[in-house]
């Protein structure tokens, strides 16, 4: 397994085999990649330019895709896929941080969520497709995803939500026919609480059976303006690392806003001494040497 730090700052950590840096989250900014981190790119969840062009943000018939939406309930606005100037745009961008960094990772790929886009651009071109409504959206995600393989010339990791089962109908994705232009798939697993690990070890589970490339997996460690009461516990990330690691997968990130609380982190699972004791019988031996290369480093 490989291990991950995973920032909103171009901040390298002690102890992780690499670094992905958020040069364009959700919210929208950008900031410059780094050479020696590999840069990940959220393409249609863009709160800026959905400010700038609300022209852009996907439809449904209960609104648009917007953080305003309750019926969704998201957490950044959300662009139509088919924008023909944003998508040129995008790829214009992203093989220029591909060839500043170590390589691509993408976040929000795909059609916001069940019931969109129902734009006049949308309902045409599926109209002129003469493909069911679901093949013509998985058809969008797919071409696009394959222009930008044509771009990325190192290591393209594709981003997935943790739906193992209806993202074809919500978001145009197929596993299978996006795995050709992946070199790895990311599953993003963040929650603000890992009390229940069952739940996340079934979902590593699943991705593993059904993607046909490497699997990684993103977990939640602290966040932009985050308190650390309302964030998960030490105990709570070892464990549901262990449990997820065991299923088979590939390697876990972990994100945090910068690198001082990924410090803080590994300084705390270095002091659970009892529970990695405990987690010894858990069946991933990965996690718990990786906490050992921390605990030279952090005392």
């Known amino acids: 397994m490989k291990f991950g730090a995973y920032l909103f700052k171009p901040e390298r950590v002690n102890g992780?085999?690499?670094?992905?840096?958020?040069?364009?989250?959700?919210?929208?900014?950008?900031?410059?990649?780094?050479?020696?981190?590999?840069?990940?790119v959220a393409i249609f969840g863009d709160n800026v330019t959905a400010r700038e062009h609300p022209e852009w943000v996907s439809q449904s018939e209960y609104g648009p895709a917007l953080r305003t939406n309750d019926r969704y309930n998201f957490r950044w606005d959300i662009l139509c896929h088919t924008v023909p100037e944003f998508?040129?745009?995008?790829?214009?961008?992203?093989?220029?941080?591909?060839?500043?960094?170590?390589?691509?990772?993408?976040n929000s790929i795909h059609f916001a969520d069940h019931g969109h886009c129902i734009?006049?651009?949308?309902k045409e071109k599926w109209k002129k497709s003469g493909l069911s409504w679901y093949e013509w959206r998985k058809k969008e995600v797919t071409d696009y995803i394959a222009q930008i393989r044509d771009v990325v010339k190192k290591e393209l990791v594709i981003g997935l939500l943790p739906?193992?089962?209806c993202s074809?109908?919500?978001f145009g994705i197929d596993f299978d026919a996006?795995?050709?232009?992946?070199?790895?798939?990311?599953?993003?697993?963040?929650?603000?609480?890992?009390?229940?690990?069952?739940?996340w070890e079934m979902l590593c589970m699943a991705f593993k059976k059904l993607l046909k490339k490497p699997v990684y997996i993103s977990l939640y460690v602290f966040g932009?303006?985050?308190?650390?009461?309302?964030?998960?516990?030490?105990?709570?990330?070892?464990?549901?690392?262990v449990r997820c690691g065991r299923t088979g997968i590939d390697g876990i990130l972990y994100l945090a806003d910068s690198a001082s609380q990924l410090v803080d982190f590994q300084k705390a699972a270095v002091d659970k001494v009892e529970?990695?004791?405990?987690?010894?019988?858990?069946?991933?031996?990965?996690?718990?040497?990786?906490?050992e290369r921390w605990e030279k480093i952090v005392k």
């Not at 992905?20 to 050479?35: A, C, D, N, S």
């Not at 734009?119 to 949308?122: L, V």
């Not at 990695?276 to 031996?285: A, D, F, I």
């Open 163 to 165: 739906d193992p089962v």
């Open 87 to 106: 998508r040129e745009e995008m790829l214009k961008y992203i093989a220029e941080v591909d060839r500043a960094s170590l390589g691509v990772w993408l």
């Open 16 to 40: 992780f085999d690499f670094h992905l840096f958020r040069v364009k989250p959700e919210v929208g900014r950008r900031q410059p990649p780094q050479p020696d981190m590999y840069s990940n």
């Open 178 to 199: 996006l795995a050709p232009y992946a070199d790895a798939f990311n599953v993003v697993m963040f929650s603000k609480s890992y009390a229940t690990p069952w739940y």
């Open 119 to 122: 734009c006049p651009r949308c």
């Open 224 to 241: 932009p303006g985050d308190d650390y009461r309302e964030v998960p516990s030490p105990s709570e990330l070892l464990t549901v690392s």
């Open 275 to 291: 529970l990695r004791q405990k987690l010894k019988s858990y069946g991933c031996p990965e996690v718990l040497e990786l906490v």
């Open 168 to 170: 074809y109908e919500r």
